[in-house]
């Protein structure tokens, strides 16, 4: 795999808000960005029992390759916000990311599954859903905490 790099940092305080962009983010075991919806248990998913994140919902990420085929098949255009993806990568097969461990900058995560559109996406955005059936990006939960910032570099880590 060749390394990729982290293009955009994207994170919402609650469901349903505004997307921000951060420069740089903490991951946390078990919750994914601090600030984020999910991390601050105020996304549409609750936490399970331990006051966990459930971990296909710790942090999300999409690519910019996505986004660029997505204007040039349909003529629509989505920024990275309005996918509600937390990371924007550039150079990564992230769907090949499903069950491998990978690293951004000194974190850590692991893919957990693919990241499908959803009908709350659509309703936002509509359109969005169909473009972005199978490349909607990848779901991951973090493995091993610390800072990432734009512009850290992405690696698959040995299996």
Known sequence: MIDGQLLAIQIAEAAAAPMHSRHEAEAVVGKGLLGDR?????????????????????????EIETLTAVRNETGLEFSHAQTRRNLLTQ??????????????????????????????????????????????????????GGTIRVGDTIRRLSE
Do not use: W
């Open 38 to 62: 999910y991390a601050a248990c105020k996304g549409k998913y609750p936490p399970d029992a331990d006051g966990n994140v459930l971990p296909k919902r710790e942090v999300t990420l999409i």
């Open 91 to 144: 150079d990564v097969a992230l769907n090949h990311l499903v069950d491998k461990s990978f690293s951004i900058g000194e974190v850590e995560l692991r893919g957990v599954e693919l990241c499908e559109p959803c009908g709350y996406l659509e309703s936002m955005h509509p359109g969005i859903m169909k473009p972005l059936v199978h490349r909607g990006g990848l779901r991951a939960q973090v493995t091993r």
